[in-house]
């Protein structure tokens, strides 16, 4: 995320910034901790005037959200799709550069209700926040989609052996199986010991599941493996997309997908900006937002599929993509879905 | 003193946690097959010499600081504890320090790693156990539930098995009964008569160790204050009255006399 | 030892300083406690005030595992049980945030008193594997509940004041120094009466503390009370100064770090207490602020950040037990005497 | 629930305890000889197994060399530390020790971040992959390799303890050093063993768990159930971790079948808590004995 | 004097009443009865296992006996537990030496005083009124009665820890004396002492009895002191009262010569070794 934070912004300053402002970057760790991020909060703002923020967990843009509204001067966003987040009316000042859990999920019904109707569907989630998140949502979606969740399995976190899970997967038998909350354990052996056993299940996963790298080490269990995507992969070479060459010249070898999340974060960030300058606004919180919002079919330089728009805090777009393991890379199987 | 040392200690100063120096140039001799007493208030530095010996002191923090000691010729600076003890130098330590979760069996079990790489025949338990029969009887049950007496048995039970040439005793009667102190005091005197094994022997109860060893020392703070055959020692005055507790006229001192009357003793003042 | 101070009556002998270079120094250091907030930054005070929650709960725990030898890794967890009741209370019913805090602590005390019932029979790790049951039991229970918002958690208005709402690292400041000063003084002076003591005794050797005519039992609970108590109130505290409490944060390697500020600063020294929170605290901000000053050289230094951060952490604590058992106090304790002979060197 | 469904998560839960008994026996081998309680085995087990990946995807080796070499250098790590950390809190507190071991543990997982990343990671396949089925029912075939992995190391163990006098010298030492030295016992050596065996048993459970769960910085945490393995067992029983193992492995996979996975931590916990409040010192554990 | 101790006319402060005691199937003590008279020094003897501990145990309440009954000043002490026990006045040292190594001289022997002072939690937390005046009065009597009595002012303020043995054992005294006891019981007072050390414990535990006229009952096995100082003996053999009576008494008895006494002439054992020895 970093990287890709740090290349865009490059990019612009070279560029010649916004209208000759350069914009500053800096950057602290947080270990993913609250506090340590309050904490890098408090002291960036201390030091320098922000305009823009990017924090990383839900946790921390929770927490900081009524400061975030009480010096109305900057905008935030995060690593986080958390559902809860995506409220203008709780979170007036912050976004995400994709969908929420939950759209991510309604990407996926959708397209699991396309190919076949009434199918037989299985959540298989974390016990986290995290996990939790788009559970109750995606099942009303399922619902409306008239598609059936035959099973709703919780796994404790840190846990590697889910055999008994897997025995409870077999019992529900599934025709679709979508993975929330993890990056990466325990699904491989979910869908390795799933296979053996001979379930014809197609395994899905989310946002965080899907980078190629990730996806790749899950080994036989990678094959076929499926996911919603709302950024064009590295690689990605159908349609055309200039801002993915500038990338593909400025870094050689793959780039995850974080690095785009990063990527394109910093863009709308910096539109926002622009827009709100061209307006003739002051850089404030409010005004910052309401540039971000005014953001319709805006071109991403094709790393999203689509042009977007940002009705709310997020941006409901995505594609399912498909691992294949000859080429070793997610490939599309589906059109962009707008939700 | 006539005969080899299996013992010789010379000039040595022993120091805890590099401040509170105990021993200060302490010298004695153990003679082949003798017992050797070594008596001395509390806080005298008699335990710290034998771990001092038995280089044990650095468990503690001790550390000995000038000096030298000799164990059959050999100094033992350069020995681990455990390669002491497997050369035939055997500490049986204060206050029993019995192993409480094994059995009396497993505990001397323990005691036969004293003979690993020594040419020895197997270790002999029976030859425990026809010293100590209420050993035998217990053998399967944990030490730890033993009376105070039959853990000073067992303790002196494994330095049996460990077919030491030189015994260190650290007060063998400390809270014993006055039938077993005869009766270990008894045992101590035959196993070196029997086995040849010398002892340097720690007690407070100057009168029984007077009875088993050939020869004496007296330590305060740290120095050794008076030494002799232990027939000549008796007959000192201070050692009369205040290790023997002997009135000027040989009989036994009452407690209940002594009240608030107190002498100084000669070799402090 | 100082030399030259005579102390002429027994309250002189036991008062909590004993010498008019004491006193001086501690005036000193509550004027600048005071003027403190007026010249730091909002990042200085943020820190500040995360010091002091921590420097509260990490005296707690000193008094059960530093002086009543009962390792506990629930403290955490304690913390969680103020800082929810508070948040539950905030939102609900808006009482007043100083009842809050209170109810809070009394809430976490009573807790604790149940997760300290055990203590009688289990003893030593074993007890501190069941602190660490209890608290997975709290976080189950908390990332279940409907009252505590779930897995998502909860978050709060600011604790108010006489109209002022209290919001920001300076106005927070105020609410958190006096609550942790007033909360350390309150632990050294328990630790000068027959309460210390007994809880000295039970550590050192319990069951010959019974015989002497301490009951165990209710000396141990008291502890554990009290620790949590102080817990609970360091978890209202922290509650009000994040305003946001989830299941996360307070999990077990937050009990493994009060643990580690007490063993850091010297087990069983309130001073021990206060250095190891204060420290085990800043440690993090300033591998930060090396990180940024390094970047420049290798710029992949704030990546590596996060693992050398836990390598620190876990190289304090194994370097301080084996360099240093006693801890920052008694480091603290040299220098003092050091300066005191000087030029004298003992 | 049918009879098949009931049997096929017994036998999971089995195998996966089977995993928790093996570490479990690391970890008791260390607190009988030293008296300390090891929480670091959750991340000495982590770098088991990533050793193996390093052995086997870094240098190439095939994973029937990079395995024993991944538990060699759990046992060369056992040694290390022992050496730099252990033995010089020798007559410290259990509690201080305790708490090294958490740094210790602390340090490793930083470690392994910084060498390998934040990210999880796959180990090669190495074994078999025909699904075992006994009669009808389904066993995942790494969980049963484990099963056999672990009974066979936990027999060994308790052979050993039991013919040798190798018992003996771990319990004397973990005693009273003081006085094992005193008999002859070469104590710093009994250390050091206990270190390197139990440390070469956690890196080979290592590779074992992180081939059916693949392997992360945070796979220490699997130390925590190992924990409640031993307390359950009796922290100095190797038989004790070989019940207390079976029976967590079978109560979480019970509980993650009937209650849900969410369920498992806190009934395992809470059952370790009743059972703490009736067996103090766990199922076969020794009583400490107390006399005034 | 004889007369006097044959029929006792000082009131048993002390009863003890048909008790036994088994661990599993270890019998420590058997239907063991006997009588403490007030102002007395009275002195259980007997063979290592004996069970004088246990009943020491059993007295202060750390032991249930499973027969049985004590009685203390009158009242009985079944279900009164230990700490209330302390509180009554029943004041132990401890065979194996077991002072607070964390604490100074000065706080171990204020702890004794524990059960008679009333400071509670909140009082202590803010240090006011009751618990300053009761520490500063308990600070006073103290330094001015035990370590003044005791000869240990020199140690107050060091850690026990790096005592010799013989401090650490006046220091327990010392904290069973801040009980304020009624009965004091010492177990192996003497223990590890030289013969000179011996005389000065000896010397207290005599002050103790006719000064502050606190009752004492102790367990030894330094002959040579049980007999001098004690004015009534009780022997234990395998946890039964074997005999009892005065010291002359019970040197003369057989049983307990065979048991206990052994031949307790030094020089017939040495003369016996000689012997043995050529
Ligand atoms: N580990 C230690 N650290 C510091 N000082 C110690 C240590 N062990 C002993 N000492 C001190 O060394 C001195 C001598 O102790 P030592 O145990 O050798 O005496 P001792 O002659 O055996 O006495 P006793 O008759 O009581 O056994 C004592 O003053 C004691 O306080
Ligand atoms: N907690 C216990 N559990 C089991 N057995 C015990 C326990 N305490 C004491 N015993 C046993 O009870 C018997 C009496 O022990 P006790 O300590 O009372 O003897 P004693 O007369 O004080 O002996 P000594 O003179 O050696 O101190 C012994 O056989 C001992 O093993
Ligand atoms: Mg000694
Ligand atoms: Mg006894």
């Known amino acids: 995320i970093h990287a890709g934070i740090q290349d865009y912004l490059k990019i612009l300053n070279d560029g010649g910034g916004i209208k000759g402002r350069k914009i500053k970057y800096v950057a602290e760790d947080t270990a993913y901790k609250v506090d340590a991020s309050v904490a890098a909060f408090n002291k960036i703002t201390s030091q320098e005037k922000v305009s823009l923020y990017y924090g990383d967990s839900t946790g921390f843009s929770k927490t900081i959200n009524p400061e975030l509204e009480r010096r109305g001067t900057m905008i935030m966003a995060g690593a986080s799709f958390a559902t809860e987040l995506n409220d203008p009316k709780k979170y007036p000042l912050q976004f995400m550069a994709g969908p929420d859990y939950t759209e991510m999920f309604g990407i996926l019904l959708r397209y699991i209700a396309k190919e076949k109707p009434g199918a037989r569907v299985a959540f298989v989630y974390s016990d986290t926040e995290f996990g939790r998140d788009p559970i109750v949502p995606g099942e009303a979606v399922a619902k409306e989609l008239k598609l059936t969740v035959v099973e709703k399995i919780v796994t404790p976190p840190g846990s590697v052996d889910v055999s008994t899970e897997v025995l409870k997967l077999r019992r529900a038998n599934p025709d679709f199986t979508i993975f929330h909350g993890y990056v990466l354990a325990p699904i491989p052996e979910f869908v390795t010991q799933a296979k053996q056993m001979g379930m014809k299940s197609q395994f899905m996963g989310t946002f965080w599941t899907m980078d190629n790298s990730t996806v790749q080490r899950m080994g036989d269990a990678a094959d076929g493996f499926m996911g919603v995507m709302p950024y064009r992969y590295y690689y990605d070479k159908d349609g055309t997309s200039p801002m993915l060459e500038k990338i593909r010249q400025m870094r050689t070898e793959y780039q995850s997908t974080g690095y785009l999340q990063g990527f394109v974060t910093a863009m709308l960030m910096a539109e926002a900006v622009k827009r709100t300058l061209d307006a003739g606004k002051e850089l404030t919180g409010a005004n910052l937002k309401a540039g971000l919002n005014s953001i319709k079919d805006f071109d991403t330089g094709g790393l999203f599929g689509v042009p977007i728009s940002i009705p709310g805090n997020s941006v409901p777009v995505g594609r399912i993509y498909r691992f294949d393991s000859k080429a070793k890379q997610m490939l599309p199987a589906s059109d962009w879905i707008k939700l | ?269 | 030892m100082r030399i030259g101070t005579l102390k002429t009556s027994y309250a002189a002998d036991e008062a909590l300083f004993d010498s008019s270079v004491q006193r001086t120094l501690l005036v000193l250091l509550a004027l600048a406690a005071v003027a403190f907030p007026f010249v730091a930054s909002p990042y200085w005070l943020f820190l500040a005030c995360l010091c002091a929650i921590n420097v509260a709960s990490a005296t707690g725990l000193n008094l059960l595992t530093g002086y009543t030898g009962l390792v506990s890794l629930g403290q955490a967890a304690f913390m969680s049980v103020g800082a929810y009741t508070v948040a539950v209370l905030e939102i609900r019913l808006g009482t007043p945030f100083l009842l809050n805090l209170l109810i809070g602590a009394g809430l976490a005390a009573m807790i604790g008193i149940l997760v300290g019932i055990p203590s009688l029979k289990v003893k030593g790790l074993y007890l501190a594997i069941a602190t660490i049951a209890a608290s997975v039991i709290l976080h189950f229970l908390f990332s279940h509940w409907s009252l505590t918002g779930e897995a998502r958690g909860l978050s709060m208005p600011p604790a108010r004041l006489f109209g002022i709402s209290l919001d920001q690292p300076f106005s927070l400041y105020w609410l958190i120094m006096p609550v942790t000063c007033l909360m350390v003084l309150g632990a050294a002076n328990l630790l000068r009466t027959r309460i210390g003591r007994a809880f000295i005794a039970i550590r050192d050797r319990d069951i010959s503390a019974e015989v002497l005519g301490i009951p165990l039992l209710r000396y141990k609970l008291t502890s554990f009370a009290i620790s949590s108590f102080y817990a609970g109130l360091a978890g209202g505290l922290w509650a009000y100064f994040f305003r946001v409490v989830t299941p996360e944060s307070f999990p077990l390697v937050n009990s493994i770090f009060y643990l580690a500020a007490i063993i850091v600063g010297g087990m069983g020294t309130i001073l021990g207490g206060i250095l190891g929170a204060v420290f085990m605290t800043l440690v993090p901000e300033l591998l930060k602020f090396v990180a940024n000053w390094a970047t420049p050289i290798y710029p992949d230094a704030l990546a590596a950040l996060a693992p050398v951060r836990t390598i620190v952490f876990g190289g304090l604590i194994v370097g301080f037990l084996i360099f240093e058992p006693r801890g920052l106090a008694e480091i603290w304790r040299r220098a003092r005497r050091f300066f005191h002979l000087w030029p004298f060197r003992t | 629930m049918d009879t098949l469904f009931l049997f096929e998560v017994t036998l999971a839960g089995l195998g996966a305890g089977a995993l928790y008994s093996l570490t479990g026996v690391a970890f008791v081998l260390i607190y009988k000889a030293t008296r300390v309680v090891n929480l670091a085995i959750g991340e000495i087990l982590m770098l088991g197994g990533y050793a193996f990946l390093g052995f086997a995807a870094g240098f190439g080796l095939s994973p029937w060399l990079a395995l024993p070499l991944a538990i060699a250098a759990g046992g060369v790590l056992g040694w290390l530390v022992e050496r730099i950390m252990i033995r010089p809190m020798l007559g410290e507190s259990p509690i201080s020790v305790f708490m090294v071991t958490i740094g210790l543990g602390s340090i490793l997982a930083g470690v392994v971040q910084l060498v390998w990343g934040a990210d999880p990671l796959r180990l090669p396949e190495f074994m078999p992959s025909t699904p075992v089925f006994i009669g009808e029912a389904y066993l995942a075939p790494k969980v049963a390799i484990g099963f056999v992995a672990a009974a066979v190391v936990i027999g060994l163990f308790l052979a050993l303890f039991r013919f040798s006098r190798g018992g003996v010298a771990l319990k004397a030492t973990a005693a009273d050093q003081g006085a094992a030295y005193s008999v002859g016992i070469d104590v710093p050596r009994v250390f050091s063993v206990a270190w390197i065996l139990a440390c070469a048993t956690a890196a080979g459970a290592g590779v074992l768990v992180g081939a059916i769960g693949g392997i992360s910085p945070t796979m220490g945490v699997f130390g925590l159930s190992v924990l409640v393995v031993v307390i359950i067992g009796g922290l100095d029983s190797i038989a004790g971790a070989l019940v207390g193992g079976l029976l967590i492995g079978l109560v979480e996979a019970l509980a993650g079948a009937f209650l849900g996975g969410e369920f498992k931590l806190v009934v395992t916990f809470a059952l370790l808590l009743v059972l703490l409040m009736v067996r103090p010192y766990g199922l076969f554990g020794t009583h400490e004995i107390e006399r005034l | ?278």
Do not use: C
Request: net charge neutral; aromatic share 6%.
């Open chain 2, 1 to 269: 003193m006539a005969g080899t040392a299996v013992l010789d200690v010379n000039n040595v100063e022993v120091v805890y946690n590099r401040t509170v120096q105990v021993l200060r140039g302490l010298s004695l001799r153990v003679p082949q097959g003798e017992i050797v007493a070594l008596l001395g208030s509390n806080g005298a530095g008699k335990s710290t010499l034998l771990k001092a010996v038995s280089n044990l002191l650095a468990l503690e923090d001790g550390a000995v600081t000038g000096g030298a000691i000799h164990f059959q010729g050999d100094d033992i600076a350069s020995l681990a504890p455990h390669g002491l003890v497997r050369r035939g130098l055997f500490h049986v330590m204060e206050g029993r320090r019995i192993f409480e979760d094994l059995t009396v069996e497993e505990n001397l079990t323990a005691a036969t790693f004293a003979l690993t790489g020594r040419q020895l025949p197997a270790a002999d338990f029976d030859l425990v156990y026809s010293y100590f029969p209420r050993l035998h009887e217990r053998r399967k049950g944990l030490a730890g539930y033993l009376s105070g007496g039959e853990q000073q048995m067992l303790a002196i039970g494994r330095a049996l098995i460990a077919r030491p040439s030189l015994i260190l005793l650290d007060e063998p009667s400390l809270g014993l009964a006055p039938k077993l102190v005869e009766e270990i005091f008894t045992i101590i005197a035959r196993i070196n008569a029997e086995q040849g094994v010398s002892m340097l022997l720690v007690e407070q109860n100057a009168a029984v160790a007077f009875a088993v060893a050939s020869y004496g020392y007296i330590l305060e703070m740290g120095k050794v204050v008076i030494d002799g055959p232990v027939d000549k020692l008796v007959r000192d005055q201070d050692v009369r009255e205040f290790y023997l507790g002997l009135g000027g006229a040989g009989g036994e001192r009452s407690y209940r006399d002594i009240k608030h009357y107190k002498r100084r003793k000669r070799w402090l003042s």
């Open chain 5, 1 to 278: 004097m004889m007369a006097a101790q044959a029929a006792p006319a000082a009131r048993p402060i002390l009863e003890v009443a048909g008790i036994s005691l088994a661990f599993g199937g270890v019998r420590a003590l058997t239907d063991v009865s006997f009588q403490v008279p007030e102002g007395s020094i009275t002195a259980v003897i007997g063979p290592n296992g004996a069970g004088k501990t246990s009943l020491f145990n059993t007295i202060s309440g750390f032991y249930r006996p499973q027969a049985g009954q004590i009685s203390f000043a009158g009242e009985s002490l079944a279900g009164v537990r230990a700490p209330e026990r302390a509180a009554r006045g029943l004041a132990r040292t401890f065979q194996n030496i077991a002072l607070f190594r964390g604490m100074t001289v000065l706080d171990n022997i204020k702890l004794g005083r524990h059960a008679h002072l009333r400071t509670g939690v909140l009082d202590a937390l803010f240090y006011w009124g009751r618990a300053q005046k009761e520490e500063l009065a308990l600070r006073a009597e103290i330094e001015e009665r035990i370590i003044d009595f005791l000869e240990i002012q020199h140690i107050r303020n060091a850690s026990v820890a790096t005592l010799s043995y013989g401090l650490q054992k006046r220091v327990e005294l010392a904290r069973a004396l801040a009980m304020r006891p009624r009965i004091l019981m010492l177990d192996e007072p003497v223990a590890g002492m030289n013969r000179e050390e011996t005389e000065d414990m000896a010397r207290f535990i005599l002050d103790v009895k006719e000064e502050w006229g606190v009752t004492i009952l102790m367990v030894e096995h330094d002959m040579g002191m049980v007999m001098d100082i004690s004015d009534h003996v009780v022997v234990l053999n395998f946890g039964q009262v074997i005999a009892s009576g005065t010291p002359r008494e019970v040197q003369g008895n057989e049983a307990v010569i065979a048991a206990y006494l052994g031949s307790g002439d030094v020089g017939e054992l040495s003369r016996r070794i000689k012997a043995e020895a050529v």
